[in-house]
């Protein structure tokens, strides 16, 4: 909506119609608003942390978005995650989006994006993949994002920032280890932010 109730991806009125997008073949679609970072969290049943969508669509005149996919303290069980599993990000917005994989802020593991089937990353679109917080627990290790199946990148830009702090063992990462398909994209690994602190990688 132009003017939602809160910046909650997983709440029904935030969205016209009141219809929360959350099923393999769903289509997101974001439009001009005054709300602007999205927070995917818990589930619509507030069990899990999944957030699962065919498509994300950028309409033409669309704000700036970012989309963060931050752990939830009060769901230890699951990580915080979004799948795309149709055509993926389309971006006709004209304008850069962002896509944020965050780190666990004290409470489980990372954030993760999850690119299925032939879905893309489309392009004008930057994903940050945010380091390792701890060097201990889950905070050891970053946000990251993965490709599956046929998926590709696109000509997306990944941003890999390094761990927090010393005795990180990942700073955020790409995971590209399946069928991927590179196209155009662009990977920058950023170097620990301090002395022991692990880098981003791929």
Sequence with gaps: KQAPVTNDWNTAENWTPQTIPNIVTDVATFEASNVTTVLCKKSPDGVYAHTYVGDVVFAPGASAYT????????????????????????????????????????????????????ASAGQNVVITNEGGWSAIGDGVYGGFTAFDDTSTAGNATFINEGGEVSGTIDGGFTNLLYFYIPECATFSNNPGKGSGAAAGLI
């Design 67 to 118: 989309i963060r996919v931050t752990p939830d303290p009060d769901v230890t069980l699951y990580p915080s995650l979004i799948e795309f599993h149709e055509r993926g990000i389309i971006n006709n917005s004209g304008i850069v989006q962002n896509l944020v994989a965050a780190n666990s802020e004290g409470s489980q593991e990372s954030g993760r994006i999850y690119f299925m089937n032939s």
